[in-house]
């Protein structure tokens, strides 16, 4: 946490998750990604960097197994996102925290983790309205940019 990041250790991540990024493109799998727009507006790199970031997301759901959907401000939250959760094949569930993840197996755990996707799903905005949402958004970084290099 913070910025004393060291920059080869900062630039191995990022190889590394666009590494892991390749199986996005595996056709024979599908995805299914929710951000609510407190997420997709948190920089913690230049604008540039963010403008970058929205690009792929736009470019992520065009693809017809990835579904993407950001639950704008605009709209009222089902409940409050404690924290992020990756299911995979709905039977493991993934909990990212401040250091480091949780492993949850429990049908219950995974019932309620389910529940609160199809929820936060159900007042997200997807394809057109996505992409316009982003759009909003890179013009706001965008207008971030000469105070951020001044």
Known sequence: ??????EADAAK????????QAVLFDSGREFSFLLTEGAVRT????????MAQLDRLAQVATLAHVGLGVV??????????????????????IVDTLT???????PEEIGTHMETF??????AVYGEALRGLLADIAGDYRSLEPRYTS
């Open 1 to 6: 946490m913070g910025r004393d990041v060291d």
């Open 13 to 20: 991540a990022a190889a590394v998750r666009l590494e892991a």
């Open 43 to 50: 920089w913690p790199g230049s604008p540039a960097l963010m």
């Open 72 to 93: 704008p401000w605009a709209v009222e939250a089902p409940c409050f996102p404690l924290h992020g959760f990756t299911i995979f094949d709905g039977s493991t569930s």
């Open 100 to 106: 480091g993840d949780l492993t949850l197996t429990d």
């Open 118 to 123: 199809v929820a936060f799903g159900s007042v």
